[in-house]
């Protein structure tokens, strides 16, 4: 069985993967990651390669699979990164609100055999997310529970900020962070198959 690793320090993404009940482990690299794509879809793509690579450098990778994945949220061809500070949040929030944006995220998969042999899969997956119209008190009331401080475009999908999704089209587990079922068959294309636990199997 190779050894599973998750190149991303997000713990949404982890909690991702043990929902689906996958084995693995954690390796974030410190390594700066500068991109010189200029299109959302493309700097996902070439940041998750990057972790990756990076990831598999530094652990020597052999007889394993590392994943790497990044992650943004943009509007107007613009990518919205985390608030600096409420105002920001707030602008991020009245922009967003009342219209539909995108959300992207690349998934790199490097698989190695025992001699260090790579191959890889490199995609971006894109969701749209539509946002009903807000009221600055309802902006600020979610900008008051701290939520939106840590997240890219200044909300979670999976938080309070679900209140205010109108629809979406595309994976939502996406817009969370990991595109769960996509990676899920890439795994068991490369004989990861193994490394899905099913606790409840008694009798299968």
């Known amino acids: 069985m190779k050894k599973l690793i998750l190149g991303s320090a997000s713990p949404r993404r982890r909690e991702l993967l043990e929902q689906i009940g996958v ?17 959302p879809e493309e ?6 390669l990057m972790k990756a690579e990076n990831v598999a ?12 994945a990044d992650t943004v949220v943009v509007q107007d061809n613009r990518i919205l990164g985390k608030p600096k500070d409420k105002e920001d949040a707030f ?4 922009n967003l609100q ?18 260090g042999k790579k191959e890889m899969v490199n995609h971006a997956v894109e969701t749209k997310v539509y946002v009903h119209a807000m009221t ?16 890219a475009g200044a909300y979670g999908i999976q938080g309070r900020f679900g209140a205010f999704i109108d629809r979406i089209e595309g994976d939502y587990y996406n817009v969370v962070g990991l595109p769960i079922s996509y990676l899920y068959q890439i795994l068991k294309k490369s ?14």
């Open 98 to 115: 009342g219209r539909m944006h995108k959300v992207y995220t690349g998934v790199a998969v490097l698989e190695f055999d025992e001699n």
């Open 136 to 151: 600055e008190a309802e902006i600020w009331e979610y900008i008051l529970t701290g939520e939106p401080m840590d997240k």
């Open 57 to 68: 450098s530094e652990i020597r990778a052999k007889n394993a699979i590392v994943i790497g």
């Open 191 to 204: 004989g990861m198959r193994d490394n899905i636990l099913y606790t409840d199997n008694e009798g299968v």
């Open 23 to 39: 084995k693995f482990e954690v390796f974030v690299s410190k390594k700066e990651e500068v991109y010189t794509s200029t299109e």
């Open 91 to 94: 602008a991020m929030i009245q």
């Open 43 to 48: 700097i996902v793509k070439e940041l998750a």
